[in-house]
T-cell receptor, first 109, second 115 residues
């Protein structure tokens, strides 16, 4: 059973067209949820950590939110340089980390 | 800047020829991880060290071994690489405090090609 599911797998946006990426997880014992950005051929770059339902974090055009079953990464007025794969990872009480397969975002000028 | 460094960035080896990948960190984190990532897949945890304590994932093949001689360095040894081991290998670090592992910081990865 998948621990972390991300959707959509791929997303194409026009520059300036806001949207959201989803990360859903199996519940019970969540310690933290993490968002990363990964550019082709590079390691993931840490973006946010969320610990409890209702929590929100922002960084430039990105805003991450958390509910009891899922997290959203909202992208406001994206630019071409926001094109990347966005990975979600969850940590459970046993300290295991589980990564999703990511959403590949392409922003078209 | 504090960082996670991986060498080499690209490694080509022959089928069955042992290879070692290295990772170093200047973050002074007490946990170091090795992940395998294949194209369009999630990073797959191979093992991690909490200080000198080695933690192997249940499904990590015996072909993969690791060493952590000190806090700053960690090595991934692939004893007999097969074609299926061609992948990006990612090293990450985190700080474990009060029994909880915090966010992980990744190196740039080593792209392994097996001929």
């Amino acid at each position: 059973e998948d621990q972390v599911t991300q959707s959509p797998e791929a997303l194409r946006l026009q520059e300036g067209e806001s949207s959201s990426l989803n990360c859903s997880y199996t519940v019970s014992g969540l310690r933290g949820l993490f968002w990363y950005r990964q550019d082709p051929g590079k390691g993931p770059e840490f973006l946010f950590t969320l610990y409890s339902a209702g929590e929100e974090k922002e960084k430039e055009r990105l805003k991450a939110t958390l509910t009891k079953k899922e997290s959203f990464l909202h992208i406001t007025a994206p630019k071409p340089e926001d094109s990347a794969t966005y990975l979600c990872a969850v940590q459970y009480t046993g300290n295991q980390f589980y990564f999703g397969t990511g959403t590949s975002l392409t922003v078209i000028p | 800047d504090a960082m996670v460094i991986q060498n080499p960035r690209y490694q080509v080896t022959q089928f069955g020829k042992p290879v070692t990948l290295s990772c170093s960190q200047t973050l002074n984190h007490n946990v170091m991880y090795w992940y395998q990532q294949k194209s369009s897949q999630a990073p797959k945890l191979l093992f991690h060290y909490y200080d000198k304590d080695f933690n192997n994932e249940a499904d990590t093949p015996d072909n993969f071994q690791s060493r952590r001689p000190n806090t700053s360095f960690c090595f991934l040894d692939i004893r007999s690489p097969g074609l299926g081991d061609a992948a990006m290998y990612l090293c990450a670090t985190s700080l474990r405090l009060a029994g909880s592992y915090n966010e992980q910081f990744f190196g740039p990865g080593t792209r392994l090609t097996v001929l």
